[in-house]
């Protein structure tokens, strides 16, 4: 069965970095876009960021531009996100996401991972 | 702002119908992109209720339908159960963004009664 599990969250002070992965079993990962989508407590879901089956095209929300690099290892089977000058706003659950394309509905999700901004 | 636009509460008592309204405009839902929704029970992960705009995945009760007309997609909930209190979310894709186009509403939280 298709399955994402996420690791790599945790407590950071603002300015600083943490890097998601998160790890894909159960179906041909390489055949997949995969999207960073987070939560931050009490709101809704906001889209960060995706990255193209071969990884040739991404796209990032405005809100983490420069900032965040989203990559992936189609070898591992695992998707990556770099997360740099990490601000209290990024505070959120972080999902790791499949989708066949950007118009397709995102079929699977992960349990997602706490990422926490403060001083 | 979401670009979707979902009441942020709907409530019913058990066995009762309720909809839950996801509008958009014409770069979104109004130029035909699918409309797909989303099922949050509380301390999960959002999990694929409707695709496609009323196309359900197996495994999921026939008590949920969607719909779409225009600008906006709704989401039908009949025979209300205890185990439907979730926040529902629905989703599409916009062409006048930058990035993927991958949009939310901001989510509706039902309250069965």
């Known amino acids: 069965q298709v399955q994402l599990v996420e690791s790599g969250g945790g407590l950071v002070k603002p300015g600083g970095s943490l890097r998601l992965s998160c790890a894909a079993s159960g179906f041909t990962f390489s055949d997949y876009y995969m999207s960073w989508i987070r939560q931050a407590p009490g709101k809704g879901l906001e889209w960060v960021s995706y990255?193209?089956?071969?990884?040739?095209?991404?796209y990032y929300a405005d809100s983490v531009k420069g900032r965040f690099t989203i990559s992936r290892d189609n070898a591992k089977n695992s998707l990556y996100l770099q997360m740099n000058s990490l601000r209290a706003e990024d505070t959120a659950v972080y999902y790791c996401?499949?989708?066949?394309?950007?118009?397709?509905?995102?079929?699977?999700w992960g349990q997602g991972t706490l990422v926490t901004v403060s001083s | 702002q979401s670009v979707l636009t979902q009441p942020p509460s709907v409530s019913g008592a058990p066995g009762q119908r309720v909809t839950i309204s996801c509008t958009g405009s014409?770069?979104?839902?109004?130029?035909?992109?699918?409309v797909h929704w989303y099922q949050q029970l509380p301390g999960t992960a959002p999990k694929l209720l409707i695709y496609g705009n009323s196309n359900r995945p197996s495994g999921v009760p026939d008590r949920f339908s969607g719909s779409k007309s225009g600008t906006s997609a709704s989401l039908a909930i009949t025979g209300l159960q205890a185990e439907d209190e979730a926040d529902y979310y629905c989703?599409?894709?916009?062409?006048?963004?930058?990035?993927?186009?991958?949009?939310f509403g901001g989510g509706t939280k039902l309250t069965v009664l």
């Open positions: 014409s770069s979104n839902i109004g130029a035909g992109y699918d």
């Open positions: 989703q599409s894709y916009d062409s006048s963004l930058s990035g993927s186009g991958v949009v």
């Open positions: 996401a499949r989708q066949v394309a950007t118009i397709t509905p995102i079929d699977y």
């Open positions: 990255i193209s089956s071969s990884g040739s095209t991404i």
